[in-house]
């Protein structure tokens, strides 16, 4: 008889009567097993467990739907996937991945399991969006295999496989249920879900391994603590299901521990040390010293509890409290448990699985909760706590049948109370993943994003020259171009810290290395990057790219209005140069003096000269030239005032000027001649910062003297004007 069986195995039996373990495996009678006086009609049973079923089946084919649309996306899905490429192309290449910060390249505060994985494939099928992304549906199915395995393996001696079953299949459906709570995460180009399914793997693996007997037990248990001390070089914070991992041991066969402990060492420190001689120091500089000089937000760490646990009731629009229902079945699984071990002194082998993914999902809430409240954390960072939680509590519900067996005793109607409390407990959970209704619509990208995505790579294709995409460098790869830095890495290595030098870039954008840089609004507003005043000045925005060339992302930063800004590509900016009217036209006025020397100006609109970056409250100007431009935002849209030009002699056709700003027929234009207003003209509909070309028709008036007037008469917008050039 095993070491592991249950006092309730060992019992002697009667003379020619099977143990327990083999009863239990042993096919009954019908009529024995459901005698309609003492258990539920066979139809019932099957009946209400499938009913139980369908909710998770449900859960499951909405995510099978979303991953379906969105894994062969040709573009970003969320806005560092691109960068993660870049990672994997670069150690294809031989280049690296921790080397010092430069123009060309920073890593991301990752380990670099996952990038490697994706080079080492993509020698055979070449790196690709969905390449990367079939490493996390590998993985989540692989998280699905082990889930069902745990909590219905035979191990268990469950009386009935039918709560197994279905509680393996609602703690899958209630993982489901997380997608939309972290905005689709599960199926990126991103190393999370690899990391959770080798986690998820070895907790789930140590319990039996390491019990095995004979020289097996100590290979699975090295097994085991290899796969978890991979994991920290899959994710960071790896480390510390390593340390859980090493508990599970001393529990359940405390003689395996030094073959745990070696065998982690060994991968963990050894690779450590073998990383940090190769890249003489730089993978720890990356992977731990610039970690911990980010900002920690305790208000986030205890915020992330109440997260957790609760399901973020009343946050972030109408997500359902999956969280409420967790705690509930994990609370009554474990009550039921205990009141079982009381009764006989030993442990339900049914509870097994309950008791090891509640471990698991208390170590996860406060992983998750340090790294949610770590700087630039999203709700990827709450995965694991979701996924174990799920789990234990679908391991509650075959828990609950079994203690509820053990508690009943033999008395009539068993089968009735059993199974009603197994479906007690099932049942809140059904109804979660019912109600948790959500729309896979909403993260898959449509045939118009794909188009957008076609005509920007062929936009960034016939631009001569060097280009910088911060936000979405693989876009340069897919155009022949060479991806530079990421933004996440510039901002990684000085936020906080200005006196970290990127190798490179700050010349590069001095000298207006590049031809152009192609932005998303997140680059020149938020987060303050430390070239972010550099770009402004030494590049001037040119044009805002149309609707039909912003492939959208549909995960992560910038799909929630808290995290400020939308990471699409949204404008191109170029190097400021002198203003140089083109052939057949000589210029009257550029604006680039920085006071109105020689013009009259009444009121206060105009300030006092050009301008060399928009006002408070303008936003972007797209489509002026040289380093100034006018504008009538001093003091914003309430201030009114007119400018007047020197006069000038008409000796052309045509005058044009770009304009921009409203379009209220009191902000004008007005050419003077003779004491009288010769010619007037509005902004170009439909308005707004991009300044666009306006003609005025002179033939008639040549010879003449003239001067402009530009009017803002109007306290609800603003005038902009620049290059007025005659031809």
């Given at each position: 008889?095993?070491?592991?069986?249950?006092?309730?195995?060992?019992?002697?039996?009667?003379?020619?009567?099977?143990?327990?373990?083999?009863?239990?495996?042993?096919?009954?009678?019908?009529?024995?097993v459901y005698e309609p006086e003492l258990m539920w009609p066979h139809v019932v049973h099957v009946a209400v467990w499938i009913a139980l079923a369908i909710p998770a089946l449900y859960q499951l084919g909405l995510l099978i739907t979303a991953i379906g649309g969105r894994v062969s996306y040709p573009y970003d899905l969320e806005w560092m996937e691109g960068g993660m490429l870049h990672h994997a192309q670069r150690i294809r290449d031989g280049a690296g991945l921790y080397v010092p910060p430069s123009v060309d390249f920073i890593p991301y505060l990752y380990t670099p399991l996952y990038p490697s994985l994706l080079a080492l494939v993509g020698k055979t099928f070449g790196i690709s969006y969905t390449l990367g992304r079939m490493f996390s549906v590998l993985s989540l199915i692989g998280i699905a295999i082990v889930a069902i395995v745990t909590i219905t393996s035979r191990r268990c001696d469950h009386p009935r496989a039918a709560p197994a079953w279905v509680?393996?299949?609602?703690?899958?459906?209630?993982?489901?249920?997380?997608?939309?709570?972290?905005?689709?995460?599960?199926?990126?180009?991103?190393?999370?879900?690899?990391?959770?399914?080798?986690?998820?793997?070895?907790?789930?693996?140590?319990?039996?391994?390491?019990?095995?007997?004979?020289?097996?037990?100590?290979?699975?248990?090295?097994?085991?603590?290899?796969?978890?001390?991979?994991?920290?070089?899959?994710?960071q914070t790896g480390i510390v299901y390593v340390v859980f991992g090493g508990g599970i041991v001393l529990v359940v066969a405390w003689r395996r521990a030094p073959t745990y402990v070696a065998t982690a060492g060994v991968i963990g420190l050894g690779m450590t040390w073998l990383l940090e001689r190769t890249t003489n120091g730089w993978f720890w500089t990356y992977a731990s010293k610039i970690?911990?000089?980010?900002?920690?937000?305790?208000?986030?760490?205890?915020?992330?509890?109440?997260?957790?646990?609760?399901?973020?009731?009343?946050?972030?629009?109408?997500?359902?409290?999956?969280?409420?229902?967790?705690?509930?079945?994990?609370?009554?699984?474990?009550?039921?448990?205990?009141?079982?071990?009381?009764?006989?002194?030993?442990?339900?082998?049914?509870?097994?699985?309950?008791?090891?993914?509640?471990?698991?999902?208390?170590?996860?809430?406060?992983?998750?909760a340090i790294g949610y409240g770590t700087e630039f954390a999203h709700f990827n960072a709450y995965m694991p706590a979701f996924l174990h939680g799920s789990l234990a509590a679908g391991a509650a519900v075959p828990a609950v049948y079994a203690c509820a067996r053990v508690l009943y005793g033999e008395r009539p109607r068993r089968e009735l109370v059993t199974s009603g409390a197994a479906v007690a407990v099932a049942?809140?959970?059904?109804?979660?993943?019912?109600?948790?209704?959500?729309?896979?619509?909403?993260?898959?990208?449509?045939?118009?994003?794909?188009?957008?995505?076609?005509?920007?790579?062929?936009?960034?294709?016939?631009?001569?020259?060097?280009?910088?995409?911060?936000?979405?460098?693989?876009?340069?790869?897919?155009?022949?171009?060479?991806?530079?830095?990421?933004?996440?890495?510039?901002?990684?290595?000085?936020?906080?810290?200005?006196q970290n030098v990127v190798e490179g870039l700050a010349a590069a954008l001095d000298r207006k290395v590049f031809a152009a840089l192609v932005l998303d609004s997140r680059d020149v507003h938020s987060e303050a990057t430390a070239t972010a005043a550099l770009v402004k000045s030494r590049y001037r925005p040119m044009m805002t790219l149309p609707t039909d060339e912003r492939p959208r992302v549909y995960s992560g930063a910038?799909?929630?209005?808290?995290?400020?800004?939308?990471?699409?590509?949204?404008?191109?900016?170029?190097?400021?140069?002198?203003?140089?009217?083109?052939?057949?036209?000589?210029?009257?006025?550029?604006?680039?003096?920085?006071?109105?020397?020689?013009?009259?100006?009444?009121g206060t609109a105009w300030g006092p000269g050009p301008?060399?970056?928009?006002?408070?409250?303008?936003?972007?100007?797209?489509?002026?030239?040289?380093?100034?431009?006018?504008?009538?935002?001093?003091?914003?849209?309430?201030?009114?005032?007119?400018?007047?030009?020197?006069?000038?002699?008409?000796?052309?056709d045509k005058l044009t000027m770009r304009l921009g700003g409203g379009t209220d027929a009191k902000l004008r234009v007005e050419l003077w001649v003779d004491d009288q207003i010769a010619a007037t003209t509005n902004v170009p509909r439909p308005g707004g910062s991009m300044l666009r070309e306006v003609i005025l028709d002179v033939v008639k008036l040549r010879g003449k003297t003239a001067k402009l007037v530009f009017v803002d008469d109007s306290p609800t917008g603003h005038l902009i004007v620049d290059d007025v050039w005659a031809w």
């Open positions: 008889m095993s070491e592991d069986a249950t006092p309730l195995e060992k019992a002697p039996t009667p003379s020619g009567s099977l143990p327990v373990r083999a009863r239990l495996a042993t096919p009954l009678p019908m009529a024995a509680g393996g299949l609602l703690g899958l459906g209630l993982f489901a249920a997380y997608y939309p709570v972290v905005d689709g995460w599960y199926d990126l180009v991103r190393a999370d879900t690899l990391f959770l399914f080798m986690i998820t793997g070895g907790i789930a693996a140590l319990p039996s391994w390491a019990r095995s007997e004979g020289p097996w037990g100590h290979a699975k248990t090295a097994a085991g603590a290899a796969l978890l001390a991979l994991a920290f070089f899959t994710k970690h911990r000089a980010h900002d920690f937000n305790m208000d986030r760490f205890w915020e992330s509890f109440g997260n957790i646990l609760l399901g973020f009731p009343g946050k972030y629009g109408k997500l359902p409290v999956i969280g409420i229902a967790i705690t509930v079945a994990i609370v009554v699984g474990l009550g039921a448990t205990a009141a079982a071990w009381w009764k006989r002194r030993s442990l339900p082998p049914q509870a097994r699985p309950l008791l090891v993914w509640t471990a698991a999902y208390a170590v996860s809430i406060v992983v998750g049942l809140p959970l059904a109804i979660t993943c019912l109600t948790a209704s959500w729309s896979p619509g909403r993260y898959i990208p449509t045939e118009a994003d794909v188009e957008a995505g076609e005509k920007l790579i062929a936009h960034l294709r016939s631009i001569d020259g060097e280009i910088w995409m911060p936000s979405h460098p693989w876009y340069l790869r897919l155009a022949g171009k060479t991806p530079r830095v990421h933004r996440m890495g510039v901002t990684d290595v000085t936020h906080r810290q200005p910038g799909t929630r209005q808290s995290w400020g800004g939308v990471s699409t590509p949204d404008s191109i900016w170029i190097p400021i140069e002198p203003p140089r009217a083109p052939d057949g036209a000589r210029t009257l006025f550029d604006f680039e003096a920085p006071q109105w020397t020689s013009w009259d100006k009444t301008v060399a970056t928009a006002l408070p409250g303008q936003g972007l100007v797209f489509g002026a030239t040289g380093a100034r431009f006018a504008t009538s935002m001093h003091g914003g849209d309430a201030a009114v005032g007119r400018l007047t030009s020197p006069v000038f002699m008409i000796d052309a």
